[in-house]
Structures are given as structure tokens and as C-alpha cells.
């Protein structure tokens, strides 16, 4: 790194500027360098992507256009469980509507909010898990469960919920 590059990487970007140098600055590892930052941060923050551009020089549009192009990407904050549910065609006429429903209570999660304000809970539906043959489908962070009804995918969350307690008390 250049002393030029040095004083740019300021506090607030050393992370980042270390997952571009695990990655040699190269612009064609753009997806990634956005992968990796996206870890660090559950999130691309619009001053590091920006911050990204300039590092690898190329346009602000471009990492911009990848980030929002590619769904495995949030540009909002995201909570540390994301909890997925399928509402593609098998799992809407199994009732993914009611999982919708529940998990959204279970959370006390609005319509229109899909993050908990304590940031441990991030709730979306999504077109198509793979998993049609289980519909309706849930996963919770990496564990897929199906053939679920409401009152089984709140036991889910209500025991993610029991860890996260407990973790917080240790």
C-alpha cells in the first residue's frame, strides 16, 4: 500500500481495506470484495461502497449496479438472524401466507419493517428456496425446515430467540 493509499484507508475503512488487499485491489473481484465486506458489516453501507469504487477505480455506478443487481446483496442493515421464507408457487398454495403471518407476529415486526429494532431478526419472503418438495419452506440463517405450519416455524424463532438470550447472558 501506497502512503497515498495509507492515509485514504482511515480507521473508519481499515476492514475494508484489508479484505481489498486480500483480494490485490483487482476490479474483476468485484463480487467478492462485496461478499467479504458485506460479511464484515451484514450490509453494504453506501459511503464503503462508494469508498470501494474509488479504491479500485472504477465508477461508483458499476459497484453500485452489482450491489443491486444481485439479491444475495442488502444495501440496509440487516440483523444477525435472517429468516427467509419461500413464497413461490409450492409454497403459497401450502400456506407460506401463514408463516408470513406468523413469523411477522412472532417478531412484532409491521408490513412495511423486516428488521427487529434490536437488529437480531431480519424477516423476507423470497420467490423460490429450491425446496418445493417441503413447501412451505423456512430457513433460519443456514437450517432449512419444511412442511411447516405457523405454530412449527414459531418454534423455530422462539428458539433462535432462547439462544440469543443466553448468549447475551454469558
Known amino acids: 500500500m501506497t502512503p497515498a493509499e495509507t492515509l485514504v484507508c ?10 481489498l488487499d486480500d483480494f490485490h485491489r483487482d476490479p474483476r473481484r468485484l463480487i467478492p470484495i462485496l461478499q467479504a ?3 464484515e458489516y451484514r450490509y453494504l453501507p453506501e459511503k464503503v461502497l462508494a469508498f470501494v469504487a474509488n479504491a479500485l477505480d472504477i465508477p461508483a455506478a ?11 446483496f442488502a444495501l440496509a ?17 401450502r400456506g407460506s401466507n401463514d408463516l408470513v403471518k406468523a413469523i411477522k407476529a412472532e417478531l ?4 412495511d419493517e423486516d428488521t427487529t429494532p434490536d437488529m437480531l431478526f431480519t424477516f423476507e419472503t423470497v420467490s423460490c428456496l429450491g425446496a418445493c418438495g417441503l413447501a412451505p419452506v423456512m ?5 432449512v425446515h419444511g412442511l ?11 428458539a433462535v ?10
Open 10 to 19: 482511515s480507521r473508519q475503512f481499515e476492514r475494508v481495506c484489508e479484505i
Open 108 to 111: 412484532n415486526l409491521a408490513n
Open 77 to 93: 442493515p440487516r440483523g444477525k438472524n435472517m429468516i427467509k421464507i419461500c413464497d413461490g408457487t409450492a409454497c403459497h398454495v
Open 161 to 170: 430467540k432462547e439462544l440469543e438470550q443466553q448468549e447475551a447472558k454469558a
Open 148 to 158: 411447516l405450519t405457523s405454530e412449527q416455524a414459531d418454534e423455530f424463532v422462539r
Open 139 to 143: 430457513v433460519i440463517n443456514e437450517d
Open 37 to 39: 465486506v458485506q460479511e
Open 62 to 72: 458499476r459497484v453500485y449496479g452489482v450491489a443491486t443487481f444481485y439479491t444475495h
